[in-house]
C-alpha cells in the first residue's frame, strides 16, 4: 500500500520569501501525485499533479514541483509567496493499478504554512 | 455552477443515532468518494464509486455505508453515530477515476455527543 508522509506540520514565512514544502512517498512503482490546497473552512482545491514525463510540474497560483524518483520525493516550491497563500498543503499520491478506475488516493497529513509580514 | 454540493454544513448527533450526509454533483462525473479529516491525520478515504451502481471501501470503512443510485447523488450513511466519527467530511468527486484531479465540496462538520 502507498504512503506519504509531509515531515512539517507547520511552516513559517516572510511574505515574498521562497517556499519549499516537504513531501515523501512509499509506492513500489511510479504513483500519481498531486498537491492540494485547502483555506480555511473550504475543501480542498488541486495545485499540480504528476502522472508521467517531465518531473519539474508547474500547477497554479504560481507552484511548482519536482518529482524524484530517487529521493522518493515530491516537493512543493514557489519563488515568493503572498500573504494570500496562507493555508494548509497537503500531498497525496494515488497507486496505478491494473483495473483502470480504482485508484485511491492517499493523502498526507498536511502542513500549515502561515505568512508573516 | 454548483459543482459539489454538500449538505448539511453542521450537525449534532448523540450517539446511537443514524444520519445521511447528502453529495451531489452537477458535472457528470464517474468518480465520487468521501473522506473524513481529521487532526493530524490528513484526510482519509471512507468509500467511492467509480458509476452508478458501484462502490468500494476506502481505508476506513467501518461504520458507514454508501449507495449510488445515479451518477449525480453519492449519499453516506452513519449508520449508529459514535463519538470517533467525530470529524469533517469531505465529498469529492472526478471525471473518472481517483487519480485525476478531484473537486470537493466545502465540508460537514459532525459533532456526535
Known amino acids: 500500500a502507498q504512503s506519504v508522509t509531509q515531515p512539517d506540520i507547520h511552516i513559517t514565512v516572510s511574505e515574498g520569501a521562497s517556499l519549499e514544502l516537504r513531501c515523501n512517498y512509499s509506492?513500489?512503482?511510479?504513483?500519481?501525485l498531486f498537491w492540494y490546497v485547502q483555506s480555511p473552512g473550504q475543501g480542498l482545491q488541486l495545485l499540480l499533479k504528476?502522472?508521467?514525463?517531465?518531473?519539474l510540474v508547474q500547477g497554479i497560483k504560481g507552484f511548482e514541483a519536482e518529482f524524484k524518483r530517487s529521493q522518493s520525493s515530491f516537493n512543493l516550491r514557489k519563488p515568493s509567496v503572498h500573504w494570500s497563500d496562507a493555508a494548509e498543503y497537503f500531498c497525496?499520491?494515488?497507486?496505478?493499478?491494473?483495473?483502470?478506475?480504482?485508484?485511491?488516493?492517499?493523502f498526507g497529513t498536511g502542513t500549515r504554512l502561515t505568512i508573516i509580514p | 455552477n454548483a459543482g459539489v454540493t454538500q449538505t448539511p454544513k453542521f450537525q449534532v448527533l448523540k450517539t446511537g443515532q443514524s444520519m445521511t450526509l447528502q453529495c451531489a454533483q452537477d458535472?457528470?462525473?464517474?468518480?465520487m468518494s468521501w473522506y473524513r479529516q481529521d487532526p493530524g491525520m490528513g484526510l482519509r478515504l471512507i468509500h467511492y464509486?467509480?458509476?452508478?451502481?458501484?462502490?468500494d471501501q476506502g481505508e476506513v470503512p467501518n461504520g458507514y455505508n454508501v449507495s449510488r443510485s445515479t451518477t449525480e447523488d453519492f449519499p453516506l450513511r452513519l449508520l449508529s453515530a459514535a463519538p470517533s466519527q467525530t470529524s469533517v467530511y469531505f465529498c469529492?468527486?472526478?471525471?473518472?477515476?481517483?487519480?485525476?484531479?478531484?473537486?470537493f465540496g466545502s465540508g460537514t462538520q459532525l459533532s456526535v455527543l
Open positions: 469529492a468527486s472526478s471525471y473518472r477515476t481517483g487519480a485525476e484531479k478531484l473537486f
Open positions: 509506492y513500489g512503482a511510479t504513483p500519481y
Open positions: 504528476y502522472f508521467s514525463g517531465d518531473t
Open positions: 497525496a499520491v494515488g497507486a496505478r493499478v491494473s483495473n483502470f478506475g480504482n485508484e485511491k488516493l492517499t
Open positions: 458535472m457528470n462525473h464517474e468518480y
Open positions: 464509486s467509480v458509476g452508478a451502481g458501484i462502490t
